[in-house]
């Protein structure tokens, strides 16, 4: 049997187009923790800048890890709750 990990969300909708959802998603090689707006697709590279949207979305196949490089964001798994936590955000922030 396999079981998905969760996908853990914002409690806030994304500021860039005002209704999607953000979900944390990390890079399998080194661990960093990006969010990514479901509706729109677009990626915050610091999940504690929301401010900071990146220019790019996360279905672009040239949009790698902005901290190792080497994987595309279409290859990120769903973050831990550990990870959103090294990343800074507070457990009542998401759900």
Known sequence: ???D???WRYRVA???CGQGSLAFYSCPECG???VI????GTVYDNPGQ?????S???EDPECV???CGRVPLMQFRPATSEEIAAAGIRPGEYE
Do not use: Y
């Not at 707006?37 to 729109?40: G, L, N």
């Not at 929301?50 to 990146?54: I, N």
């Open 1 to 3: 049997m396999h079981i």
């Open 5 to 7: 990990p969760p996908i």
């Open 14 to 16: 994304c500021p860039c």
């Open 32 to 34: 960093h923790t990006v």
């Open 37 to 40: 707006c479901e509706e729109s």
């Open 50 to 54: 929301l401010a900071h949207a990146a």
């Open 56 to 58: 790019r979305t996360a």
């Open 65 to 67: 890890c902005p901290s």
